[in-house]
């Protein structure tokens, strides 16, 4: 089981279905990137100010280790610090996010990333807008590429149209 938080950028179309595109789904847990490479991870996620403050850190941590003549203590510390940022990474970035006016508008958990969009977009959804149907006779636009993102979007978007009982029905299928 795995949790995400679900972040909306600060200037977020009003129409919920585009506003989905959008969304951002942070995993909470221990990433293995973040606490091997913590100055690339942050600079791929673009956390300038967690990243001078991890740097100033860890320098700080290791001239201080190195002028008292304890670098392996020292080393030790630095690798206590990688290990506790690998496991609050998510949080960091979900507060660097918050901090540049993203809004955070829920969790979710689920098995996969996957199965946490579609059940986050099948209660989000209904909620914040009316989804138009096709007008009867209209020719059907053809689908963009389809990705496991545009593939939870869809199927959260046809469980909608299908209304509450189909939802129920596919789960007991």
């Given at each position: 089981?795995?949790?995400?938080?679900?972040?909306?950028?600060?200037?977020?179309?009003?129409?919920?279905?585009?506003?989905?595109?959008?969304?951002?789904?942070?995993?909470?847990?221990?990433?293995?990137?973040?606490?091997a490479l913590p100055p690339v991870w942050m600079l791929v996620k673009r956390m300038w100010l967690e990243l001078a403050i991890y740097m100033g850190a860890a320098g700080l941590i290791a001239w201080i280790a190195s002028s008292a003549g304890q670098?392996?203590?020292?080393?030790?510390?630095?690798?206590?610090?990688?290990?506790?940022?690998?496991?609050?990474?998510?949080?960091?970035?979900?507060?660097?996010?918050?901090?540049?006016?993203?809004?955070?508008?829920?969790?979710?958990?689920?098995?996969?990333?996957?199965?946490?969009?579609?059940?986050?977009?099948?209660?989000?959804?209904?909620?914040?807008?009316?989804?138009?149907?096709?007008?009867?006779?209209?020719?059907?636009?053809?689908?963009?590429?389809?990705?496991?993102?545009?593939?939870?979007?869809?199927?959260?978007?046809?469980?909608?149209?299908?209304?509450?009982?189909?939802?129920?029905?596919?789960?007991?299928?």
């Open positions: 089981m795995v949790i995400y938080s679900v972040l909306e950028p600060p200037d977020a179309p009003a129409d919920r279905l585009e506003s989905a595109e959008q969304l951002v789904f942070i995993r909470d847990g221990f990433s293995a990137y973040a606490a670098t392996e203590l020292g080393n030790a510390i630095l690798l206590a610090v990688q290990i506790i940022f690998g496991f609050e990474s998510g949080a960091l970035h979900s507060a660097s996010l918050e901090r540049r006016g993203w809004r955070l508008v829920g969790t979710v958990s689920g098995r996969n990333r996957e199965d946490c969009e579609r059940r986050f977009l099948e209660v989000w959804l209904p909620t914040h807008t009316e989804i138009p149907r096709p007008a009867a006779g209209t020719a059907p636009v053809a689908p963009a590429p389809p990705s496991w993102t545009r593939r939870a979007f869809t199927q959260a978007k046809d469980a909608i149209l299908r209304g509450p009982n189909a939802a129920a029905a596919d789960s007991k299928a």
